[in-house]
Every structure is written in C-alpha cells, then in structure tokens.
C-alpha cells in the first residue's frame, strides 16, 4: 500500500512570516489535513540556518520562533512529529553517505550557490569569496533531511524545488545499492501564490528584510506595512490594483468578496494607500489572530515547548535509528 509521508522544515535565520505560511505551512495543513492517519514531519532546520547565523542569541531565538510556529499551526493534528534537525544526528550521518553518491556537478548548479559565485564574479571578486562549504553542500543536507524518513510529499515555496530535484538525483543513485528502495520525494508547491512578495515587492524572505511577520505585535507590524513601497498617485486619484504591493498583499489574505470591494475602491479614486494599509493591518490581524494567541503562549513557556519537542523527537529518532540501519547495511558499513 502506497503512503504519503509530509515532511518540511524552516529555518531558524528570522521571524516567521508569510511567504513561510504560504509557500509551506499552508500547503502543509492542507496536506496534514488530507492525511490525517500518515506520519507528518515538521522540523527547524537549525543547522542549515549555521550557514548564515553566526550569533548564539539570535540562533536560540529564531529556534524557539519557529518551534512555536509549527506548535501553534499542527498541535492537534495526529501523528505530527516535531523536532529541532539538530537533535537527530542520523540525519549528519546520512549526510556524509549521500554526499558519496552526489555528483558534485550538481550541487555547482544549485541556484542559491551559483548566485553567490555569480555575484561574486560581477563585483569581480574570487568566485568563491565569503561562500563557506556548508552554502555549498546545503542541498546534501536536505536530502538527507527528507530521505531519512522516506518521507514523498514536499511541501515548500517555488524557491526550494530544484533542492528536492537534487535530492531525486541523489536517491536513484543511492537505490541502485538498496533492497529496499527508498521512495522518491515530490515538491509539493501552491502554484497559485507563487513566490510571495515581500513590502518591496521582491520576493518576500528573511534575508531581505522585507518581510510581514507572522505573529508580530501590532506596533511592529503597522510600522511594516506602513514601509510597503507605493508609486506617488496623489489621493482622489484612481489606483492601479494591479501594480499595487499593498493590494497584492492583501489578496494573498482577504476572501473574494473582500478583494473585489478593495479593487472597486481603488478604481472609483475614492482611497488613497494610506486607507489601504489601514485595510491590510486589520485583514492580517484578525487572519492569523487565532494563532497568535498560542504563539504567544508558547513563547511565554520555552519549558513546555522543549518540553513538546524533546517527547516529539524521541519517536523520530526511532525511526531514524531503523532507516540508517538499512542503509548501512547496503553500503556495507554494517554487516
Ligand atoms: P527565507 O527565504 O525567508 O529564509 P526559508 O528559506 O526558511 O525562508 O523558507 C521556508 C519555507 O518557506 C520554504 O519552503 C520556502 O520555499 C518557503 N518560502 C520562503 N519565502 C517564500 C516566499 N516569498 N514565497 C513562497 N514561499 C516562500
Ligand atoms: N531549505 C529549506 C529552506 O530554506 C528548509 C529545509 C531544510 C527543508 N530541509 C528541508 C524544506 C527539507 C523541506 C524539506 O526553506
């Protein structure tokens, strides 16, 4: 009998924010929900956020925000696993054995990598300057992330595809030595969002510092909306819907009809973005306010969210454990 197996994972490098709950929580829940007697894994990625955090303080917070995250969204919902990546080191073991059976032409062409080194070479700097090894063999680590669990269903932002296509890559490779083949993982993307914007109107992500939080006090969050870049049509005027980063981010949250009224609103010339944001910071409270609340709480208890993690991880870890045996067997460190 064939199952779906859901895993995805966030890394700990920022707040949370809305091309997170897009591109992957969504997507995820509706997967969870859809699934509900499979095995669900949802983990922060914490060793992958080392490739670009560097400050103690800030990696344990990111950690705890993305817990509390996956906490607040999935509790509730059976056979959910949660886990830091940090606290199963199958998975570091399972790195080393895949880098073996990685061509390293491929990681060469993984996007994230070949920007930097395209960067690099426009400021005409060493190609390689300032990009550590962990920024090379990241998608490794994700392969092993999701082939440890043979885990199917991927669900992740357009931005992550080509890293679970190296994964693919990797474990035909790997199944030509396994009795027991290891199932080949699929992306799951909403294609309907896309990559969501951020309050510039690039890609929305943590290392761009453009982002709407998921859970952040109203002060914070009108201060972010209050930043979205608008063109200078001067109030009275009709507004352009479709070239409006302040309507595009309401659409990502509104219902139809909400979204129809604003375009009317715009078109009759009868708001300016000053009203329009207004719009926006109540649509996105009252969005995700049901979920703030036991963010909220988790963050305030760190005890009973350890505590949430550490029970989790220890059936992971089981599992782990039996998975890496196998492979370890075929490739004949265990006889
Ligand atoms: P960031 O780019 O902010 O560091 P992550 O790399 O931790 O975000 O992404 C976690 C998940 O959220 C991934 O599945 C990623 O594809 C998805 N994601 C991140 N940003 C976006 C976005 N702007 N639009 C859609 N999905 C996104
Ligand atoms: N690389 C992903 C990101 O930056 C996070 C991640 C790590 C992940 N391992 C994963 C996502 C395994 C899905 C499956 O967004």
């Known amino acids: 009998m064939s199952s779906n197996i859901i895993l995805t994972g966030i890394k700990p490098t920022g707040d ?3 091309g997170n709950y897009l591109g992957a929580i969504l997507p995820a829940l509706d997967m969870a929900r859809q699934n509900a007697n499979e095995k669900k894994y949802f983990f922060i990625a914490d060793y992958h956020a ?15 925000k993305i817990a509390a995250t996956w906490l607040s969204f999935f509790e509730g919902i059976d056979h959910c696993y949660f886990y830091f990546q940090s606290q199963i080191p199958e998975i570091f073991e399972l790195y080393w054995i895949l880098s073996c059976f990685c061509p390293k032409g491929l990681l060469n062409r993984a996007h994230a990598y070949k920007a930097l080194v395209a960067k690099n070479i426009d400021q005409g700097y060493d190609p390689d300057r300032h990009i550590n090894h962990g ?7 994700m392969a092993a992330d999701i082939l440890l669990f043979h885990a199917n269903k991927i669900p992740i932002g357009p931005d992550q595809k080509q890293h679970v296509e190296i994964a693919i890559e990797i474990v035909k490779n790997l199944n030509k030595i396994m009795d027991k083949k290891i199932p080949l993982p699929e992306p799951i993307i909403d294609t309907s969002n896309n990559l969501v914007i951020g309050i510039d109107g690039q ?4 290392n761009y510092n453009n982002t709407l939080p998921i859970f952040s006090d109203e002060k914070e969050l009108k201060k972010r909306i209050g930043k979205i870049q ?4 001067p109030l009275g005027e009709p507004l352009n819907p479709d070239n409006c980063n302040i309507f595009k981010l309401f659409s990502y949250i509104a219902s139809t009809d909400e979204i129809a009224n604003l375009k009317q609103e715009y078109q009759s010339g009868t708001i300016g973005y000053g009203h329009a944001k207004k719009y926006l910071l109540s649509a996105y409270k009252s969005y995700f306010e ?17 505590h949430a993690l550490n029970t989790s991880s220890k059936s992971v870890k089981e599992i782990a454990n039996a998975h890496l045996k196998d492979i370890k067997m075929a490739i004949g460190i265990l006889a």
């Open 16 to 18: 949370p924010h809305l």
């Open 50 to 64: 080392l490739t670009t955090v560097k400050n103690k303080q800030e990696l344990l917070e990111y950690r705890h």
């Open 135 to 141: 920024v090379f063999s990241y998608p490794v680590l």
């Open 203 to 206: 890609k929305m992500s943590k």
């Open 230 to 233: 608008t063109d200078s049509t």
């Open 290 to 306: 049901s979920k703030k609340n036991k963010y909220d709480a988790y963050m305030a208890n760190k005890a009973s969210l350890e």
